[in-house]
């Protein structure tokens, strides 16, 4: 295993500047996750610690070594493509060693690593058959097995699940799970699922538009997101957003909310958006808040009840409790503690507002 370090990194496609100043420092052994929307660069960062694209400027570090300028396979990395981009004609095992034969390593070296790999992958069957006599999710197999054959000390993986149903993506999430457990390799992982994201990393890259948001462990980025945008990509139903000011009083005031703000408390007069995640949101008979329920999405163990409040939208989540129907009145409470506070100009969280130093939601 090794480490990687990306030092003020620049990437231009087609003259247009995809990656722009970009710092990350990936630990040794850790699994790091690369979130964010469709074309924000996460691919064509990974391709550039691969080695398939040009840096245009910063450096590339792998394992302590300058790889920079270095020919992709002299980096130690295995990579895993969304595409299995399996060979149609040879089998399991052929495929899985392809690249160590054309590296020329012995037979019994060969034997070794497929063997070791097949295991972790449950692919000890199926060594003898062909890519079109697999399901998706045992090709998908086979292409992790190749890139693992390599006994990289980083492996990076490009959306690997995305083209599987539900189910298997469930299963084979597990599995990477516990592979990375068992090989202790540095693994870097790029999604737009924040699901996959949440249960995978051990940090977190928000990225947007070539540029990170924040890192942070999955409870890091949930619970204390950097800024609005981070705040709406993870968590679904998402965040709920109210528009208010900071009275002077020093309370945040907007849509008939009012909430004290404890300790440091941002200026006065400054436009602010509170962050509510539904789940933080519960009924409360008698509770300070009133509103009228819109719409009711039973999830199975449990249910998103979208509310209308004074002509806000608010989602929560609820488990158990009353049977709700649309047009219900539903008195509500929102845990004060554990809100976000953002600067509505600049989009960052209030660092000083911090969920400990909410005291109360009034009406
Ligand atoms: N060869 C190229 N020339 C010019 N622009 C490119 C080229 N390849 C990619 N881009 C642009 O770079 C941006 C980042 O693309 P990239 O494939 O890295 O996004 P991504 O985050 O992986 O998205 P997705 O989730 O859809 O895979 C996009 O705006 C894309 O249009
Ligand atoms: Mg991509």
């Known amino acids: 295993m090794a480490n990687v370090s990306l030092k003020n990194l620049d990437i231009t496609l087609g003259g247009n500047a995809i990656i722009r100043n970009l710092d990350l420092e990936v630990e040794e052994g850790e699994f790091l996750v690369l979130l964010g929307p469709s074309g924000c660069g996460k691919s064509t960062l990974l391709h550039s610690i691969a080695g398939l694209l040009d840096i245009s400027g910063g450096s590339i570090a792998i394992g302590g070594r300058d790889m920079s300028r270095t020919d992709p396979s002299e980096r130690g990395i295995g990579m895993v493509f969304q595409s299995y981009a399996l060979y149609p004609t040879m089998t399991v095992e052929k495929n899985m060693s392809f690249g160590l034969r054309i590296a020329g390593a012995a037979k019994g070296e060969i034997k070794r690593r497929v063997g070791r790999a097949a295991a972790m992958l449950h692919l000890d069957d199926l060594l003898e058959r062909k890519p079109a006599a697999l399901s998706g999710g045992q090709r998908q197999r086979v292409a ?128 602010a958006v509170l962050g509510v995640r539904p789940e933080h949101i519960s009924l409360a008979p008698g509770g300070p808040l009133q509103g009228r329920v819109t719409l009711v999405e039973p999830m199975g163990a449990h249910r998103v009840v979208w509310l209308d409040c004074g002509g806000i939208e608010l989602s929560c989540i609820l488990q158990g409790g009353r049977v709700l129907a649309p047009d219900d009145a539903v008195a509500f409470a929102i845990d004060a503690q554990r809100v976000s506070l953002f600067d509505a100009d600049s989009g960052k969280r209030f660092e000083t507002a911090g969920a400990s130093s909410m005291l109360a939601v009034t009406l």
């Open 144 to 271: 992790i097995g190749r890139a693992l054959v390599r006994e990289a000390g980083v492996y990076l993986f490009d959306e690997p699940l995305s083209n599987l149903d539900a189910k298997l993506r469930t299963d084979l999430r597990r599995e990477l799970k516990l592979l990375h457990r068992q090989l202790g390799a540095t693994m870097i992982y790029v999604t737009h699922d924040q699901v996959e994201a949440m249960t995978l990393a051990s940090r977190i890259v928000v990225m947007r538009s070539g540029q990170i948001q924040q890192v942070g462990t999955p409870g890091e980025v949930y619970d204390r997101p950097a800024n609005l945008f981070v705040a709406g990509f993870l968590g679904a139903p998402a965040m709920n957003f109210v528009d208010g000011a900071i009275d002077a009083d020093g309370m945040f005031s907007g849509s008939g909310l009012r909430l004290a703000l404890g300790e440091t408390v941002p200026a006065p007069g400054g436009k």
